[in-house]
């Protein structure tokens, strides 16, 4: 069964940096696709990032791009999420999930098996 267990949130002030990773286990890591996600009090989970399960397919939502960077290293069944120029409307709860059927890549939620516990990102004005 797969696992995922993200770490790398925390309290940053407006305009710094966070990394997030998460590590998977329990299933080759290459076969799946990866995803960001975050929730932040009082609204719907929202899409951030996603990657292809070999790294060359990257798909971001607009209000990240520039600033998010999503990558992979299927040596260490991981994938990060680098964080830079943080806005406080970037505060939430940061989840990763897995999809073994779209591979490629995929935006939508419903597509994913398996999420992690979440991690919380606040960033302050």
């Known amino acids: 069964q797969e696992q995922l267990v993200e770490s790398g949130g925390g309290l940053v002030q407006a305009g710094g940096s966070l990394r997030l990773s998460c590590v998977f286990s329990?299933?080759?890591?290459?076969?799946?696709?990866m995803g960001w996600f975050r929730q932040a009090p009082g609204k719907e989970r929202e899409f951030v990032a996603a990657?292809?399960?070999?790294?060359?397919?990257?798909y971001y939502v607009d209000s990240v791009k520039g600033r998010f960077t999503i990558s992979r290293d299927n040596a260490q069944n991981t994938v990060f999420l680098q964080m830079n120029t943080l806005k406080p409307e970037d505060t939430a709860v940061y989840y990763c999930?897995?999809?073994?059927?779209?591979?490629?890549?995929?935006?939508?939620?419903?597509?994913?098996?398996?999420w992690g516990q979440g991690t919380q990102v606040t960033v302050s004005s």
């Open positions: 999930a897995a999809t073994s059927t779209s591979r490629g890549g995929t935006t939508s939620a419903f597509r994913y098996d398996c």
């Open positions: 329990g299933r080759t890591f290459s076969n799946y696709g």
């Open positions: 990657i292809s399960w070999g790294g060359v397919n990257k």
